[in-house]
């Protein structure tokens, strides 16, 4: 079983960055491929960005390639995701998930471990 934890959430400015860290305990880290979500208030849960077991591979959502990259450090069982130009629509709480699936990264139904999410609010 693995347990998530993110961090780095808070209030930025729009056009500014933030970078959120998830922490994962268990010793099976590496055999996980890792993902991003995110869920404004009243919407769906929605993908954000995956990375593969070895960080070898990557998938973002169309609202923010260019903007925001995902990455791993294996022997610190941790994920980030560096947020950069960041707009009011990007408000949401952000979630990391964990699954050892191979397809379908982008969906949530790859993932059997979930954090508790980190608040990310972007003002005007």
């Known amino acids: 079983q693995v347990q998530l934890v993110e961090s780095g959430g808070g209030l930025v400015q729009a056009g500014g960055s933030l970078r959120l860290s998830c922490a994962a305990s268990?010793?099976?880290?590496?055999?996980?491929?890792m993902g991003w979500f995110r869920q404004a208030p009243g919407k769906e849960r929605e993908f954000v960005a995956a990375?593969?077991?070895?960080?070898?591979?990557?998938q973002y959502a169309d609202s923010v390639k260019g903007r925001f990259t995902t990455s791993r450090d294996n022997a610190k069982n941790t994920v980030h995701l560096q947020m950069n130009y960041l707009k009011p629509e990007d408000t949401a709480v952000y979630y990391c998930?964990?699954?050892?699936?191979?397809?379908?990264?982008?969906?949530?139904?790859?993932?059997?471990?979930w954090g508790q999410g980190t608040q990310v609010t972007v003002s005007s």
């Open positions: 990375i593969t077991r070895t960080g070898g591979g990557t």
């Open positions: 998930a964990a699954g050892r699936t191979t397809y379908l990264l982008t969906t949530r139904s790859a993932y059997d471990y």
């Open positions: 268990g010793r099976a880290f590496s055999t996980y491929n």
